[in-house]
């Protein structure tokens, strides 16, 4: 274990010490493991959402492949995006195609998402490969889940290359999309209104191996303030 103390004397880099005194380790993010034994960003930011994409080549190889930096990015129209950190077949697929599916993983099913991020070439079919069934879309040819409770069809709007904060290329692409198309699986809804927690959801914590479930003793709720404009 590093000796805090002796470090940030050392390079000056970081410090145990804040406004406030003791009660936080403070450090630059590129000196992280001068600081940590791992890097802690992906666990702050987290737990996050599992896009779970379903792709298929223009020769009609289909794939399919967790990216948890990921998220819903907007609500009208509803796009969702994420970063493949490389240039993957994910990527190509939708850059070539202009499609995807987002499948949801429930917790039955998150052993087998966890197989389909095996780096297998491009001609190799995931779905095959951990043993999940497909499902047809419907407006595009991407396919989707059996086994997921939700599956969203998308429609590419963009891919592009993320920048750091000097403006130098990074080697990773982000792609985002339209939702065009929704399957619920029925006994997710009551009367109409989904329910989260049922669907038993999955998120990527930080760490090697972290994981967790949404259960109902997580929920809470909070009224928006009273002059909120609804967008
Ligand atoms: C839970 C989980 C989340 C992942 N998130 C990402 C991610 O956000 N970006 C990324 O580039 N790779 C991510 N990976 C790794 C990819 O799934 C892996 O590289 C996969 O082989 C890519 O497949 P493809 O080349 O068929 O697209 C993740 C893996 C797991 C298990």
Not at 52 to 76: C, E, I, R
Not at 124 to 147: C, N, Q, T
Not at 169 to 190: A, Q
């Amino acid at each position: 274990m590093i000796d805090m103390k002796q470090a940030s004397l050392d390079d000056g880099m970081m410090s145990t010490e804040h406004e406030g005194g003791e009660s936080f380790i403070s450090y630059e993010q590129s000196s992280v493991l001068q600081a940590l034994p791992f890097d802690p960003y992906a666990a702050i930011v987290g737990p996050r959402p599992i896009g779970w994409m379903g792709t298929q080549s223009k020769d009609g190889v289909a794939n399919l492949s967790p990216y948890s930096f990921f998220n819903a990015l907007n609500h009208n129209p509803p796009l969702l995006g994420f970063a493949s950190i490389g240039y993957k077949d994910t990527i190509r697929n939708i850059e070539e195609t202009g499609e995807f599916t987002w499948n949801l993983v429930s917790r039955e099913i998150a052993s087998q998402m966890n197989q389909t991020s095996v780096s297998a070439p491009p001609g190799v079919d995931e779905f095959k490969v951990v043993g999940l069934a497909k499902a047809p879309s419907r407006l595009i040819k991407a396919p989707r889940v059996a086994e997921s409770p939700v599956s969203l069809e998308c429609r590419l709007s963009q891919v592009f290359r993320l920048k750091d904060s000097q403006g130098k290329d990074l080697d990773t692409w982000f792609v985002y999309g339209e939702v065009v198309y929704v399957h619920i699986r029925k006994d997710l809804l009551d009367d109409g209104i989904y329910n989260t927690v049922r669907a038993r959801p999955v998120f990527r914590g930080g760490g090697l191996s972290d994981y967790f479930e949404l259960v109902e003793a997580c929920r809470f709720s909070m009224l928006k303030p009273e002059d909120y404009k609804h967008v």
